[in-house]
């Protein structure tokens, strides 16, 4: 989930900044203050970071030294049980004002659309390991369904567990989303290495399909292609929706996240990416082992702002450390993830008079 309410308070502020206008600093961080929720609000829970692919645009892959854990289900449950979700008020007032402000309509299918339009509303249950390898998952999406809380992950078709993934659609999954890079079985373990395939992926998810329809499950299938301008990007991107003509699946190509991963010269087009970093108003991130890090993309939680295990959400996100890790982005704080090494834009760069008022 992200806070929609901030993110419509904040729109026309955001938009004349990145079009030009600068602020005082006390000025700015007093207007985002004002506009933070005191309610914590997650954008996902990390249950686990284990996983068996070896893809050549994750960090895990090469980069991440954070031990593989998974967490507790007492943890998830004392997680979730601090949370809840957005209205029907709330839901309808953020769509009018996507539709408005964005042109992008609720009927559509890409990428922006997704995070436009899904994100806002479910937990993220994934990070940097795959879902389908988490056991308790099922019981998960259960518990959540039973708070009103919207579900959704992401994760590899090749590890498709079929009793293990009906069991989420029947506890009320409301998404799941699978990633796909070729429809040629070579050339998919060479994105996504040797344990992952199409030929059979397809197969389960068009089995998957059969019982949704025979079941009338509810929960809706995404197949997603990252966009890694190879030279066959675009042909296979046509192929892989041929594959799902007439399925009834929701298709879109992604922009690759973080290019400072693995650059491969594209340009985003993703209004995630294109706006400047909202998170530290907007949402939290929690991880496998319970600890709350600054955003999804921090795959060695080299920035943590607190321990669910020990505090409330509430504490953690109205704490001393989310303060001064809000105040680092408008001061470019340099030598940590964000300034560093992060693809986005921070919000002090749009200060009247850097590091000051």
Aim: with cysteine; proline share 4%.
């Amino acid at each position: 989930m992200i806070d929609v309410e901030f993110y419509m308070k904040v729109y026309d502020l955001k938009y004349r900044l990145m079009g030009g206008e600068r602020m005082p600093r006390t000025a700015l961080l007093g207007l985002l203050e004002s506009y933070r929720s005191p309610e914590p609000v997650v954008y996902n829970i990390e249950t686990t970071n284990a996983c068996n692919m070896r893809c050549e645009m994750c960090p895990r892959t090469t980069m991440m030294t954070r031990p593989i854990e998974t967490m507790a289900p007492e943890l998830f449950k004392a997680v979730i049980d601090q949370l809840k979700p957005f209205s029907a008020e709330q839901l309808a007032r953020w769509e009018a004002f996507v539709t408005q402000n964005y042109g992008i309509h609720k009927d559509d299918m890409s990428e922006n659309h997704f995070f436009l339009y899904v994100i806002p509303r479910v937990i993220v249950l994934h990070g940097y390991g795959d879902p389908l390898l988490d056991k308790h998952m099922p019981q998960y999406v259960q518990w959540m369904t039973e708070k009103g809380l919207e579900s959704y992950f992401s994760c590899n078709p090749a590890n498709i567990n079929m009793e293990r993934t009906l069991e989420t659609f029947e506890n009320g999954l409301n998404y799941i989303k699978y990633s796909i890079e070729s429809v040629d079985d070579l050339r998919h373990k060479e994105v996504r290495g040797q344990a992952s395939n199409f030929t059979e992926s397809y197969k389960n998810i068009l089995k998957l399909l059969d019982y949704k329809a025979q079941r009338n499950y509810q929960t809706e299938i995404v197949i997603t292609m990252i966009n890694l301008n190879k030279p066959w990007q675009q042909d296979e991107f046509e192929r892989l929706k041929e594959a799902f003509e007439g399925c009834d699946v929701y298709v879109y190509l992604k922009s690759q996240d973080q290019m400072w991963y693995e650059d491969n010269q594209q340009q985003t087009a993703s209004i995630h990416w294109i706006e400047f970093c909202q998170f530290p108003w907007s949402s939290m991130t929690v991880k496998s082992n319970g600890e709350c890090a600054e955003c999804v993309e921090d795959f060695n939680n080299e920035i943590i702002l607190g321990d669910t295990r020990v505090e409330s959400l509430n504490a953690i996100w109205n704490g001393k450390k989310y303060q001064q890790f809000r105040e680092d982005h408008f001061d470019l704080r340099p030598g940590i993830k964000c300034t560093e090494q992060c693809d986005m834009q921070l919000v002090g760069s749009f200060l009247a008079d850097a590091l000051s008022d």
